[in-house]
């Protein structure tokens, strides 16, 4: 089992004024939509590489 990366970024959602979460396979992507929620003053959003164990299915 070779261990793995995904991407969690964390932000803060302007609409409902809560920090919300979404969880991306490339770093690209996470940076992307990190970048479309920080627009204003109050608005950040952080990026967070966590590795991911693969688990092996049983055949």
Known sequence: MEPTQEFHVTYFDADCRR?????????????????????????WAVVDTVAVEQVQAAA
């Not at 920090?19 to 608005?43: N, P, Q, V, Y």
């Open 19 to 43: 920090a919300r979460s979404e969880i991306f396979e490339t770093l690209e992507e996470a940076e992307r939509f990190a970048k479309r929620h920080c627009h204003g003053e109050d608005s």
